[in-house]
């Protein structure tokens, strides 16, 4: 990549998983070579000084959202990586998914290849993946702590409650009265997640659809639906307990059951770096072991 001034990259990490330190170098020290600007998240950089004793002297720390860069590295699992979309929000910096953790749907770059990862982007030898957004409102309001999921946003009930009825309108017209432990609002990136383990079905990025995935339904004819990713979903909830639980992309919020939920596509897509030869139905078969013998 030809460029007069230096990248910058901002970097994001597990602060749970010990053996990153020689990941960390191994990028640190490929950037350097690069002459990049790096600046890391200030409780991923506490964790590397103070617990791996890392020295990191010529690097930029931020906190919150706090930060611009040319890209995003995520070191971690898919969920380091999607706390690291919620932060970027709607700035539409590409995120750089290193996987650390076990299964790395999203997180596809092996600690193994950060090197070549890193020379591809120099080189513009990368593709850039669109994954399609969603966000809830709470009363007409967006909520201001990470509204913004790229996996999926679920009602839930809390704790042991009993079940939750949920009355389901998708664009004005009301669809069923979802007797449940929850309902799952999934997009297609967030298909292979939480809405696979209810029973959902595995959607291909990029096709523009959204699909709610009943949690543990009272009826046995409850099954996912698919709609339209430019539909307005809303929900009113009604809970013994007169409370419930709204998770965007696993992070949970409490909620008083008078409040009425709108889930909509969010208006700027999260930019995924994929290397040139990544294909999704080969990593969705790795993924899922798709044809791999049990007996072996």
Known sequence: MNTSTPLTFAIFGNEYQIHKSASISK????????????????????????????????????????????????MGGDGTLLKAASRVGDKQIPIIGVNMGRL???AGVMPCDIEDMVNDIFNGEYVLDRHAAIQVEVEGTILRENPLALNDIAVLKRDNASMISIRTCVNGEFLTNYLADGLIVATPTG???????????VIVPQTGILCLT???????????????????ISLEVESRSHNFLV????????????????????PTDILIVKRKE???????????????????
């Not at 008078?258 to 909509?264: A, E, H, P, S, W």
């Open 27 to 74: 990028i640190l020290g490929c950037l350097e070579k690069h002459e990049a600007d790096v600046c890391i998240d200030k409780a991923f950089y506490d964790f590397l000084v103070k617990r791996q004793l890392i020295d990191l002297p010529d690097v930029r720390v931020f906190s919150d959202s706090q930060f611009d860069a040319d890209f995003v590295i995520s």
């Open 104 to 106: 790395g749907f999203l």
């Open 191 to 201: 298909s292979t997640a939480y809405s696979l383990s209810n029973g959902g079905p």
């Open 214 to 232: 009943p949690v543990a339904p009272h009826s046995l004819n409850a099954r996912p639906v698919i709609i339209s990713d430019d539909s307005v």
């Open 247 to 266: 998770a965007i992309d696993g992070r949970s919020e409490k909620l008083a059951d008078d409040m009425r939920l709108t889930i909509r596509k969010a």
């Open 278 to 296: 990544s294909r999704y139905f080969s990593t969705l078969r790795k993924k899922l072991m798709w044809g791999a013998d049990p007996r072996r």
